[in-house]
């Protein structure tokens, strides 16, 4: 399985900002897709946003217009730079690397948004 490494998390004021980084390594593949889940308490884990490869993105709806999703690929990293930040936005934020046969998930960073 691919190793991911994320950082960026933390507490943060309702309409504040946060960036979220995800760093790749071990088993990358040059297609694949990369993208940020996440699970508050006692919800299910939901999307947040994905990228693949080639640049293709997709949002949730709760999300749109507010985070935006990047890569760079010579890094192996995708990035979530997330702005207007409500306390529903309160959660585990996971990365997940998607190489087509298999996913590899991130430990999770926590981010909390106070009002």
């Known amino acids: 399985q691919v190793q991911l490494v994320e950082s960026g998390g933390g507490l943060v004021q309702a309409g504040g900002s946060l960036r979220l980084s995800c760093a790749a390594s071990g088993g990358t593949s040059s297609i694949n897709v990369m993208g940020w889940y996440r699970q508050a308490p006692g919800k299910q884990r939901e999307l947040v946003a994905t990228i693949s490869s080639g640049g293709n993105t997709n949002y949730a709806d709760s999300v749109r217009g507010r985070f935006t999703i990047s890569r760079d690929n010579a890094k192996n990293t995708v990035y979530l730079q997330m702005h207007s930040l409500k306390p529903e936005d309160t959660a585990v934020y996971s990365c997940?690397?998607?190489?087509?046969?298999?996913?590899?998930w991130g430990q999770g960073t926590q981010v909390t948004v106070s009002s």
């Open positions: 997940k690397y998607s190489r087509g046969w298999d996913d590899s």
